[in-house]
């Protein structure tokens, strides 16, 4: 019932049943009832019980009704247990006929609308039945049938309804389960109500035919075309294929439509590739960002020498950035490298800080200057051996290199060659001398 409710409430009223009003004859089958659920069957026989039934039925909708029914019927009822059977009359008053009444309240759950000449239907609901005036029970009526229409909004009623007794009031498995089955027709109550009688009669207004029109030729009525004098297509109500941008290609070719372009590029804009801001019908270089003064390509270099013209003092000479794109004369930084020298103590291969502020300078000179090579050679006084000598000479040649290399000087443009005491600079006779003479020169190579 609230599947059928919530149902109801999304369907058209266009069949809606009309409230309408109608009565039905039935039969009471309690013997099926009792073979059917397996009651007991002590007391029954075959006999049905006749009766009538008024009813009230509104539809909710196009495939759902409302009835209410009062049916009222004889029949034989045993007074010592409570339950509806036939009885023979040598039991006593107990086989004696008395009145039975059954009122209910259910939902009708129709398969097809009214509009159907015959529509198959679901019934279900509660209802009450009372006996003699003194026996009450509950019940849930159950069943179905066809609905046959025979006017606009009359039916006949072929159904057959199962009383459910929901309340056992003894210990055996005998209830007042029951088959009812009936025919029945109902009337709208609308169709009950007389008319007032009119004396007069109220002249008609002759209306001229409506001719339908179709200005633009395009199928589509004008009543029905927001552009009746174009023609164009029902899936734009009658209007051509809009160009929303105003290119001059339509919506459906174009992959733009909301921003101007060209044919050629399916309504769109001139594509720009590498979104430089200059479209690639007019740049040069339409896969590298470029400036609009060299015509979409990137700033150039003329000489080669990474540095772009707009920054290259000498862009036409391939120099160095420390430089600003100029060369550096390389007679001067041979000879300012030549002059950094590093000496060292009696014996041993350590760079002091002195030395290692003067090698630092060479790495700046070397980086403007990066075809520049160099020997790095070692010397020392003339105290010990030639064997000893060559030695610690070749050491402090290497430890001069290390440390050149660790300042980013490739090592390619480094060689370190030990002299021992053969080239002394000055007399090894005193020990300022003897100082000078321990020490390691660059030379540059080339």
């Not at 055996?172 to 609308?190: A, M, Q, R, W």
């Not at 009669?201 to 035919?209: F, G, L, N």
């Not at 950035?321 to 020298?341: L, S």
Request: charged share 25%; net charge neutral.
């Amino acid at each position: 019932m609230i599947f059928t409710a919530v149902y109801a409430q999304s369907q058209s009223k266009k069949y809606k049943k009309e409230p309408s009003i109608g009565i039905s004859h039935f039969v009471k089958d309690f013997p099926t009832a009792v073979k059917i659920f397996k009651l007991s069957p002590w007391g029954w026989n075959n006999e049905k019980t006749p009766g009538f039934n008024g009813f009230y039925t509104k539809g909710l909708s196009n495939h759902t009704d409302f009835v209410t029914s009062l049916g009222i019927c004889n029949t034989k009822y045993k007074s010592s247990t409570g339950y509806f059977y036939y009885h023979s009359p040598k039991s006593g008053n107990d086989g004696y006929e008395k009145l039975l009444i059954d009122a209910d309240a259910r939902v009708n759950y129709k398969l097809l609308s009214d509009r159907f000449f015959i529509t198959p239907y679901v019934s279900a609901g509660v209802g009450l039945s009372l006996y003699n005036w003194r026996y009450l029970l509950p019940t849930i009526p159950a069943g179905g049938g066809f609905q046959i229409k025979i006017g606009r909004h009359s039916f006949c009623y072929l159904q057959t309804i199962l009383d459910l007794g929901i309340i056992k009031t003894h210990d055996k498995n005998d209830t007042k389960e029951n088959f009812n089955y009936s025919v029945g027709f109902s009337l709208p109550i609308s169709s009950l109500k007389k008319s007032p009688h009119i004396n007069y009669t109220i002249p008609q207004k002759v209306v001229a035919p409506t001719v339908k029109k179709d200005s633009d030729g395009d199928g589509i009525l004008d009543s029905d075309d927001l552009c009746p004098n174009q023609w164009g297509l029902l899936k734009y109500h009658g209007c051509p294929i809009p160009d929303s941008d105003g290119d001059g290609i339509n919506n459906e070719q174009d992959s733009c439509p909301s921003v101007k372009g060209l044919a050629k590029y399916h309504g769109c804009p001139i594509p720009d590739s590498d979104g430089d801001g200059i479209n690639d019908e007019e740049d040069l270089c339409p896969n590298v960002k470029g400036l609009a003064k060299y015509h979409g390509c990137p700033i150039p270099d003329s000489d080669g020498d990474g540095i772009n013209d707009e920054e290259d003092l000498c862009p036409n000479k391939f120099g160095i950035k420390a430089n600003n794109g100029c060369p550096i004369d390389t007679i001067e930084i041979k000879k300012a490298v030549e002059k950094k020298k590093s000496y060292f103590e009696f014996g041993k291969i350590i760079i002091n800080d002195e030395a290692k502020s003067s090698l630092d300078s060479v790495t700046v000179l070397l980086a403007k200057s990066p075809s520049l090579t160099l020997e790095i050679q070692g010397h020392t006084d003339n105290i010990g051996s030639d064997r000893a000598n060559e030695i610690i000479s070749q050491k402090r040649a290497e430890t001069v290199k290390q440390y050149l290399i660790s300042k980013g000087v490739s090592g390619d443009r480094l060689e370190a060659v030990g002299y021992g005491k053969r080239k002394p600079i000055v007399s090894n006779a005193t020990i300022e001398g003897r100082a000078r003479n321990r020490r390691v020169e660059l030379h540059v190579k080339q």
